[in-house]
């Protein structure tokens, strides 16, 4: 079955450490985004990406990177500079063009201690 | 910033109708309402869109006012199951951007 696939579903690092939290898809989805969720808010959007080699920043990108070598992959990496990485994080992919709904990943829950 | 403004917290009885509404005042000609929910540590799920027409699918129905400023997500028969936070999202078009700007959500509980 065809479908968006994040891991691992929780994560552990200690503080000032970078970590790189994996999204794929086998949707052939052009467009792929991830966003980050606290508890009891909504999800705001990190960085985005519509085509190969190309992404965009979203609304909290300081302190994450992200890469799109291949259509089915956008890695994210928290990077020791994201001062409250804790938190929940999902991604979320959708063909390109026209008014397509997002497909979600399950989401990795990253705590930094 | 969310576009979209929904009440924080919402009940239904089991069986009856779930009427969730949304403000949406600043809409755009060629923006596209999207709901979607999402059952607590999971990843958020589509429920419908539309633009400007009432839309019906099997999971729900949208009703946008004639003015397209505001609209509501109809559940017919709530079941536990729908017990969710629900997001009320307006989305430009893919070719500027087509990013889903998310806001609070409204936590619909089903009561038996």
């Known amino acids: 079955d065809g479908g968006i696939t994040q891991s691992p579903k929780y994560l552990f690092r200690k503080e000032g450490q970078n970590v790189t939290l994996s999204c794929e898809q086998n949707?052939?989805?052009?467009?792929m985004y991830w966003y980050r969720q606290d508890p009891g808010q909504g999800l705001r959007l990190i960085y985005y990406s519509q085509i190969v080699n190309d992404f965009q920043k979203g609304d909290i990108a300081e302190g994450y990177s992200v890469s799109r070598e291949k259509k089915e992959s956008f890695p994210l990496t928290v990077t020791s500079a994201q001062k409250n990485p804790t938190a929940f994080y999902l991604c979320?992919?959708?063909?390109?063009?026209?008014?397509?709904?997002?497909?979600f990943g399950s989401g990795t829950r990253l705590t930094v201690v | 910033d969310a576009k979209t403004t929904q009440p924080p917290s919402m009940d239904c009885a089991e069986g009856r109708a779930a009427n969730l509404p949304c403000n949406h005042s600043t809409i755009s000609g060629n923006e596209y309402v999207y709901w979607y929910r999402q059952i607590h540590s999971q990843g958020p799920q589509y429920i419908i869109h539309g633009l400007k027409n009432n839309e019906t699918n099997e999971m729900a129905s949208l009703i946008i006012t004639e003015d397209r400023k505001s609209s509501t997500l109809i559940l017919p028969h709530a079941t536990l199951r729908d017990t969710a936070v629900y997001y009320c999202i307006v989305r430009a078009p893919y070719n500027q951007g087509g990013k889903l700007i998310f806001g609070q959500g409204t936590e619909l509980s089903v009561k038996p």
């Open positions: 949707l052939n989805h052009d467009a």
């Open positions: 979320a992919s959708s063909p390109a063009g026209g008014n397509y709904g997002y497909t």
